[in-house]
């Protein structure tokens, strides 16, 4: 049931084509895993806590910095040298006091246990290496994962259901490293949106999520394009 | 022979978007990026087809091949 609070709260919500109250019980009901609590992780994880998300899990094991503040919005200078797991908890509770919102101080590797549980995982992390390994608990737990990366004014994001699309490492091979640690806070903001309103249309049964196309956002030249992929033949993950 | 090149983000920086490019028969993607002068660990996402491609991987006439760079951060 959804009390007279929430009615007015998510009544916006209802407008929508195809969101009825049953959709919005939904996401009461779900539970997402956001692995990663920066730039990426920072606005998905603030729109499912606004959008009424009941369960939010959000892990990073890093403190917050000051360099961190050009783009990790949910933040301020009176977090720096804290948990960003927990300091994230802290503002999505005020966002929206009836999600559950449980902070993982933790390495991804160390939360296997808690992404088991969980409908839906978020990608917002900020290395392959880590990615894939999230990627393999998605292929083994059947859990869909919405990946996103970013770097510059670049972006990329993909929604990954195993078993039926193509999985990360069908497209990002183990030895990749990334070049670049720049990044605008913007194109992250973007990014970590877009990771936000696929959760949204997975958890709902509204809309069309992004399964077996790469979304390519270039925001040097506001230009969007999205390509059809399959599955890699002898993909070590999920073939 | 000819196979369509589609480069992403910063490798567009100096080069192309979108071109057609002739290559020897029994070219592979390292060919293909030594002509462009891309370096591999640049080349973190290649497809051929929409099929994920390696280095060794060999192009055909008519394919079409993307190319992205790491975009891994978060």
Known sequence: ?239 | MKATVKLFASLRTGRFDLSEIELVNGSSITDLLELLQIEQKEAAIIFINGVHAEYTSNIKECDQIAIFPPIGGG
């Open chain 1, 1 to 239: 049931m959804l009390s007279s609070e929430e009615l007015e709260r998510y009544s916006r919500h209802f407008l929508i084509d195809g969101w009825d109250r049953s959709c919005q019980l939904k996401l009461k009901n779900s539970c997402v895993f956001i692995a990663g609590a920066g730039g990426l992780g920072n606005p998905a994880s603030m729109y499912l806590a606004a959008a009424g998300v009941g369960k939010i899990i959000i892990c990073d094991m890093d403190s917050v910095e000051l360099s961190n503040l050009n783009r990790q919005i949910l933040y301020t200078m009176n977090d720096i040298n804290l948990s960003k797991a927990e300091s994230a908890c802290t503002r999505l509770k005020g966002i929206n006091p009836s999600s559950e919102i449980i902070p993982l101080n933790k390495k991804i590797e160390d939360a296997v246990d808690m992404i088991s549980g969980s409908d839906l995982i978020l990608d917002c992390l900020d290395n392959f290496t880590s990615r894939l390994f999230l990627n393999s608990v998605s292929h083994t737990n059947r859990i869909p994962m919405v990946h996103a990366g970013v770097s510059g004014y670049y972006g990329q994001l993909t929604f990954i259901i195993p078993g039926s699309t193509p999985c990360l490492n069908c497209f990002i091979s183990e030895n990749t490293q990334a070049s670049s640690q720049a990044i605008t806070g913007a194109m992250a903001g973007i990014a970590g949106s877009m990771q936000a309103i696929e959760a949204l249309k997975f958890l709902t049964g509204t809309g069309e999520v992004l399964a077996g196309k790469l979304l390519f956002i270039d925001c040097m030249t506001m230009s969007f394009s999205t390509m059809k992929m399959t599955k890699k033949p002898g993909c070590k993950t999920c073939s």
